[in-house]
Nanobody, 126 residues
Framework: QVQLVESGGGSVQAGGSLRLSCAAS????????MGWFRQAPGKEREGVAA????????YYADSVKDRFTISQDNAKYTVYLQMNSLKPEDTAMYYC???????????????????WGRGTQVTVSS
C-alpha cells in the first residue's frame, strides 16, 4: 500500500499561483501513475492532471491546460502540481492519487487509481 500526503494548499487571489506537493511512501513499486483530482462543494470529483512516473507522459483536463503543470521528482517519490493564473472556479479540495494504470492516451479516470491522499484545500478569491 502507498501512503500519499498532500501539501501546499492555501488561499490566493485570482491570477495568483500555488504549488501543491504529494509525497508518496510505502510500497511504491506497484504504481506507475500519479494524479491530481479535485472536488468542489456540491460537485463531483474531477480529474485535473496525471503523470506516468516512468515515461513522464502527462495529461490534463481541458479546464486547466496551459495553466497547470504536473511534474515529479522520482528521487523523492514526490509529484507536484504548479497552478498558475488561478481562477475562483479552481476552488476545491485537491487530492493526490496513485495507481498502476495501463498506457492510455487521455487523462485516466479516477477509478484506475488505488491509493488516495486526504487532500489539501485550495481557495481562490475574486
Amino acid at each position: 500500500q502507498v501512503q500519499l500526503v498532500e501539501s501546499g494548499g492555501g488561499s490566493v487571489q485570482a491570477g495568483g499561483s500555488l504549488r501543491l506537493s504529494c509525497a508518496a511512501s510505502g510500497y511504491t513499486g506497484n504504481i506507475n501513475s500519479m494524479g491530481w483530482f479535485r472536488q468542489a462543494p456540491g460537485k463531483e470529483r474531477e480529474g485535473v492532471a496525471a503523470i506516468y512516473t516512468g515515461s513522464g507522459v502527462s495529461y490534463y483536463a481541458d479546464s486547466v491546460k496551459d495553466r497547470f503543470t504536473i511534474s515529479q521528482d522520482n528521487a523523492k517519490y514526490t509529484v507536484y502540481l504548479q497552478m498558475n493564473s488561478l481562477k475562483p472556479e479552481d476552488t476545491a479540495m485537491y487530492y493526490c492519487a496513485a495507481g498502476y494504470i495501463p498506457p492510455t492516451n487521455a487523462l485516466p479516470h479516477e477509478s484506475h487509481f488505488t491509493d488516495w491522499g486526504r487532500g489539501t484545500q485550495v481557495t481562490v478569491s475574486s
